[in-house]
């Protein structure tokens, strides 16, 4: 039990209606059920409007195979993401449309609401704990990946209920919230391995409280109990690392900029008027600490404004640190890290507006105003790597026995899923590279190559007519070579669909 006094706890003001009030209170429970509520329609809507870009595929080619297939590729190829992989496995035996495989997403980032209100109502009262839950609602940075068949999403609703129930271990302990806390934060990195960076932000923080109000032994069975569970993951990464079979990706090379925008892409896409509403708001939530530190020094209060700055800061420094070890990093790592700045978001506007409700009132409708415009420029200006029209466009120009090769070869597993259903015209297509037949191409197949200067004078030789598709590979020397050894002698048209998928139709001289 914790005997820690709560008399420097910084609180928000309290919702409870004044004595002479006669203004009736909506019921919480029904007011963060509507925030779940807005993070379900938000997500349903245009759920299916983008095309499937190639991540989104490689779920589908992991997921429809048999069950020996699966086991085999997830442990040699594909386990960043097993749970999610393990989940749609069977929850493909449905459909494998869109729509479909993207629904469980909507419903595992909508899930977060509660979890988050969860976590900062024991943190600090209920009217910070709405106002987190209604800015993960609206946050457009998670609507993204609650529209896609990835397990960014699960990981998001994972980590989330590890946090909460983490506060439950100090603020009220039970039997049942110590077993969750251990499930849900050894799931998510099953979910995704980045996600130990979460666990580590949760240690971290209690170095901010003193020893004596923390129930220590009970959090050190905890996190060893968590680091037991998830060793068979562990192996499997290093398994993986060894083969080389770990994804290798630096998104925007990884540079100082990217990672500094990929950071404050975090407050959800509104663009600079809802970075730095996000900033003042988080200083002025960090600014409560430096009077507590001053009058307590470590303590209760001190560890509840600085949980949820480690559930934004240290997962994003983990994720940095881990891609110079791996040369593995994607701003989409970030995401564990949202429901964190929502609280601290939130706590902050709840202080600098305590004086006033209409004054909070006013801050809330600035605030939603400037998320719905990263909303709007999501569901409106962003458009996925457009397969589903470049494989529809191509099909309608095919002539039999055509060749179709596909650089880099990942670039294949779109045209796959895109044509699973319309195997009639892939038949009189010829795969060209990579050669294996067609359904035969899958995840753990692909390793983002390009083909040789002698497998480029086959495809000429064979093929009067080759269509090529060209992805983010298609910008490197080598893949510029070759595609300047393809123009010799043959005529050659080109079609883009949104900005990375390209088509090019090549046709010998007199073909």
Known sequence: MVRGTTADAPTATSLATAPGERRRRVPVGALVAGETLVGVILGLWRLGHNSFWADEAYTWSTASRSWSSFVHVVIHHEGGGLLHSLFTFFWIKVSDGETWLRLPSVFFAALAIPLVYRAASRLFDERVALVAGWLLAINATVLFYAQEARTYALTVLLVTASFAFFVDQIKAPSRRSFVAWIVCSALAVYALPLAGGAIVAQALSLVLARPSELPLRRLARGFASIVVLVIPMAVIQI????????????????????VLRSFVGLSGGGGKPLILVYGALV??????????????????????????????????????ASSYVTPNFAARYFLMSVPGLAILAAFGLVRLTARSRELMVGALVVVTALAFVGLYRYYFDYHSDDFRDAVAFMLERRAPGDGVAFIGDEARIPFEYYTRDRQAERTSLVPAYPTAPWGRFGTGDAHESIPTAAEVARMLHDHPRLWVFRRYDGTSQAARDRFAQLARGAGVRRWQFQDNVRLYLYERAGS
């Open 239 to 258: 398994a993986q690392a060894r083969g080389g079979s770990l994804n290798e990706f630096l998104e925007g090379d990884r540079t100082p900029g990217f």
């Open 283 to 320: 200083a002025a939530a960090l600014a409560t600490a430096w009077p507590i530190a001053r009058r307590s020094g470590r303590s209760l209060a001190l560890w509840r404004v600085g949980l949820p700055f480690c559930w934004l800061v240290v997962p994003c420094v983990l994720v940095v």
